[in-house]
């Protein structure tokens, strides 16, 4: 089954200015606007955020369309920086479809997510480091 073609939500290496923006997006994409994902909390990982779903959380990103006819080749390559294999209990992430909140207007879009897996949602509940502020820059 081919996933949808929805937006991205990026919230840490991504993001613009860091490390991911321009090996990942550059070229690739229509629009990148400011976004929120409620509902959710945001972990420090060695070296990239995690986003854990759970209540009263917000987390700050960005809202990314890719281009039309860049979007089945960024979709892989996203995937792959994410390590994220469909159906597969190993993955450190897994990508979901959720609602995000357009900062400019406050509409709602539903995007792309990679939020942590289970396993390691769990384990950042018990052992991992809030980011209180959700934005992976403001750390």
Do not use: Q
Request: no cysteine; charged share 25%; glycine share 10%.
């Amino acid at each position: 089954m081919t996933p949808a073609r929805l937006p991205f939500f990026v919230y840490g290496t991504l993001r613009p200015g860091e490390v991911n923006h321009d090996l990942f997006l550059r070229g690739r994409v229509r629009s990148e606007e400011p976004g929120r994902l409620t509902g959710a909390l945001l972990y420090d990982g060695p070296g990239y955020p995690y986003v854990v779903e759970g209540t009263g959380g917000e987390v700050r990103g960005e809202l990314v369309t890719p281009r039309a006819d860049t979007y089945a080749e960024l979709l892989v390559a996203l995937d792959e920086l994410e390590e994220y294999t469909p159906e597969d209990p190993r993955n450190l992430y897994e990508r979901v479809a959720r609602e995000v909140i357009r900062t400019a207007d406050g509409t709602s879009v539903r995007a792309w997510v990679y939020v942590a897996a289970p396993t390691v949602a769990t384990r950042l509940r018990t052992h991992g480091k809030l980011i209180e502020s959700g934005d992976w820059l403001l750390r």
